[in-house]
């Protein structure tokens, strides 16, 4: 999973054609550490998708912009817009995030 560590490289990425993965993340966040140890899986799974991750303490007011309350989220976005977002309390399990991900982009 590849960092965004600027606003201008995110606003790069969201633009895409295709739909892109986004985790919005913290180093404080114990639930954030807990994601990680499964998401390498649910990646594999969606390896057909580009997958990113943001830190909210890198990228100033990113978090407030794109109505992140809670971290772990996933966000989806295509063609500039955000399709799609799972809250952190959804984020706990590789069950709930796949069944977001098979929902938001129709496997």
Avoid at 39 to 56: P, R
Avoid at 64 to 89: C, D, R, W
Wanted: net charge negative; proline share 4%.
């Amino acid at each position: 999973m590849e960092q965004i560590h600027t606003l201008e490289t995110f606003n790069t990425v969201i633009e895409s054609e295709q739909p892109v993965i986004i985790k919005f993340f913290a180093n404080w966040c114990p639930d954030c550490k807990r994601l990680d140890m499964f998401i390498g899986d649910v990646m594999e799974e969606f390896n057909t998708y580009k997958w990113f991750e943001v830190n909210i303490d890198e990228i100033e007011g990113i978090a407030e912009t794109y109505e992140v309350m809670g971290i772990p989220s996933m966000l989806i976005f295509k063609n500039g817009e955000k399709i799609a977002h799972q809250h952190s309390a959804y984020t706990k399990t590789p069950e709930s995030v796949r069944q977001f991900l098979k929902e938001q982009l129709n496997q």
